[in-house]
């Protein structure tokens, strides 16, 4: 890795140097570059001593970030850091089909207390803007079908409404760059909470997985299409290419499902969220499909949102009629996280759509993003 903050292994430099120079100015930089070089650290848990400094370094860093991020100034910097640290550690969860010596560290003792550290502060903060209380007197069933019938076809936000008919030919291009952080890989983190026992609800989740995945075959997984509108439009289809465009709100709904899928105590709480995600996603893929034809662009630069509008809108039944209310009916005392689950994801998503669509902006007007020749 070499200590690059612009790219994961084996990736290319695509952003514009501007933003790089940008970047550099960041107050959490270095101490991110130091992270990175400990990560890669041979057998970090026994080596933590060699490297004090380094560690130290990074260890000031976290202590002050999570201070301005999360109960002083709700720093934009402390939270891009903070949120950047717990995906490196995070991504480890996931193979890459890199260098093996790339996951040295996925079990390492510190890097755990590093995350757990991250995580107890930023759920705290997370959790205190919903009034957690006051689901558990709520009728769950009841509140889920409301929420499923307001989510299938809401109005138009002022966001997409411009994108549908404002975004410019480059506005799109960055729309990709960023989405494609969690497009490429999709449904991955999913695939971490289908083992256990055999029942209906886990029969429709492996569909829903195996449809993301085409069933197996690689010319139809999502992230196949996904990877064409990239080819389309001169992106790199290289996972995580684009990293320094992810703004931290986009890592933190990332970063959440993979607590969430971790820790099996919160098994209600992500089918929650995943419903909304499949409920509420047409909505978006047909803003987003809506651009793409406004622009005149190729089948190819816009298949997967179609794809995405009918698989998505037959997932979202799934997880209202199949996952959420048989889990209603089996935990009764316990239903009310799946609600808050749902809320959760909602909030978190729609912060993360104006935080993308803030950095699309501002893409359009500052710096276009490099072009990359199909192999």
């Avoid at 003792?109 to 757990?116: A, E, G, P």
């Avoid at 889920?144 to 936000?157: E, K, N, T």
């Amino acid at each position: 890795m070499q200590g690059s903050l612009v790219a994961f292994p084996e990736t290319a430099r695509v952003i514009p140097r501007t933003l790089e120079t940008q970047l550099k100015h960041n107050p959490y930089y270095t101490a991110e570059d130091a992270f990175v070089k400990l990560i890669e650290v041979e057998d970090l848990d026994r080596n933590l001593q060699a490297h004090s400094s380094t560690v130290d370094l990074f260890e000031n860093a976290l202590t002050s970030a999570l201070e301005e991020a999360y109960q002083t100034l709700s720093s934009e910097a402390a939270h891009r850091f903070v949120q950047r640290v717990l995906y490196r550690i995070n991504r480890l969860n996931l193979f890459w089909y890199d260098d093996l010596r790339h996951y040295t560290n996925e079990r390492s003792l510190y890097l755990h207390q590093v995350r757990d550290r991250i995580e107890t502060a930023w759920q705290t903060w997370e959790l205190s803007k919903l009034n957690v209380d006051q689901y558990q007197s709520l009728d769950a069933k009841q509140a889920l079908l409301d929420r499923f019938a307001a989510d299938l076809d809401p109005s138009l936000s002022i966001d997409a409404d411009y994108m549908r008919k404002q975004m410019t030919f480059e506005g799109y291009r960055y729309l990709l760059a960023i989405t494609s952080f969690d497009g490429l890989i999709e449904a991955s983190r999913l695939s971490r909470i289908l083992g256990g026992a055999a029942n209906e609800v886990q029969a429709t989740l492996t569909k829903v997985l195996l449809e993301e995945y085409g069933n197996g075959r690689l010319s139809r997984k999502h992230s196949t299409f996904f990877a064409q509108m990239l080819t389309e439009l001169g992106l790199s289809t290289q996972p995580e290419a684009y990293f320094e465009l992810v703004p931290w709100e986009v890592l933190a709904s990332i970063n959440h499902n993979f607590l969430l899928t971790e820790c099996k105590r919160h098994f209600l709480r992500y089918n929650g969220g995943l419903a909304y995600f499949e409920v509420a996603g047409p909505s978006a893929y047909r803003t987003y499909l809506a651009a793409a034809k406004r622009l005149q662009l190729s089948d190819g630069a816009m298949g997967y949102w179609d794809l995405h509008i009918k698989e998505d809108e037959r997932h979202g039944r799934w997880m209202i009629e199949s996952v959420t209310l048989p889990l209603v009916k089996m935990y009764p005392d316990q239903a009310w996280q799946i609600l808050l689950g749902y809320d959760q994801e909602k909030l978190m998503g729609d912060r993360a759509s104006a935080a993308a669509v803030k950095i699309i902006r501002q893409g359009e007007q500052t710096a276009h993003l490099p072009v990359i020749s199909a192999p």
